[in-house]
């Protein structure tokens, strides 16, 4: 089992079971956490078996009982879901300060600590969907009341997943959402259109296709391992008067920079719209 935090749990639950729950399960079971020691509850008997069976974890008869004696409690629902679920197992939990762990999009932390209260310990995450192929990068937020042993147990389970930061600021998830949590869509967009360039001169697409998910894979895997900036990195692989820096004059060109900056303050904008949303509530 990795780490002290996951050590010492002795029941985690799960109230819902879809895709997110699953890869969290699975990464969970992997790192060594036995099955016992997960309950999962959800309302779709199908969704519940499957991740029951894949999994070899405990089937609860509904999220009240998932949540007894409970060390951390894994919000894994729909955000309409939310408050109805919370305001559901709070009397539940009631001050134990058991861990309460949101990975719910767009939910301000205010708004689950108001359905949770008077449970303290409630923390906010934004995985996002790589997570589910065990590629994940989550930010977590959390005010000062939580303690450290409920951060690093936060962070042991999401972290199983992939990468996992914490963000000081609650504001800076609206950024972490229009970055990480939408940015996947951003690279297969790209992805796609150098894929459809290649067609279009002459490329058979399987082969455009192969070149396309290796060569961005490749980038990723050498800007992961190198201790140089982005920037380094791009002038390393653009000789002067070379054919790079021709395709980078006509991005250039396009204000590319500045167009990737708008769509990530729209994306921001959105996120912040909807955790006003939920938070009214």
Do not use: C
């Not at 729909?78 to 009631?94: D, F, I, S, T, W």
């Amino acid at each position: 089992m990795s780490g002290p935090a996951l050590q010492s749990v002795r029941r985690l639950a799960f109230v819902g079971g879809g895709h997110m729950a699953g890869a969290l399960i699975g990464g969970l079971r992997r790192r060594g956490l036995p099955g016992t020691r997960i309950a999962v509850a959800d309302p779709d008997s199908g969704a519940l078996q499957r991740v029951v069976q894949r999994h070899g974890v405990e089937a609860a008869a509904d999220a009240a009982s998932a949540v007894e004696g409970a060390d951390a409690v894994i919000l894994a629902v729909k955000p309409q879901q939310m408050r109805a679920v919370a305001l559901e197992l709070a009397p539940r939990l009631g001050s134990s300060a058991t861990l309460v762990i949101s990975v719910a999009a767009g939910i301000p932390h205010a708004a689950l600590a108001r359905w949770f209260a008077p449970n303290p310990a409630v923390v906010r995450t934004m995985p996002n969907r790589p997570a589910l192929e065990g590629f994940g990068a989550t930010a977590l937020y959390a005010p000062a009341g939580v303690g450290v042993a409920q951060r690093a147990l936060a962070e042991s389970i999401l972290g199983a997943v992939g990468v996992t930061v914490w963000v000081d600021r609650e504001i800076g998830m609206d950024t972490v959402t229009a970055l990480s949590g939408s940015g996947p869509a951003y690279f297969f967009l790209l992805m796609e259109a150098m894929e459809a360039a290649a067609v279009a001169r002459g490329l058979p697409r399987s082969v455009a296709h192969t070149l396309t998910l290796e060569t961005a894979l490749g980038a990723a895997q050498m800007a992961h391992r190198s201790t140089e900036s982005l920037a380094a990195l791009r002038e390393q692989v653009t000789s002067k008067g070379g054919t790079t820096a021709a395709a980078l004059d006509v991005l250039a060109a396009a204000d590319f920079g500045a167009l990737v900056e708008r769509a990530i303050a729209a994306a921001e904008l959105r996120s912040a719209q909807l955790a006003a949303e939920f938070g009214s509530e």
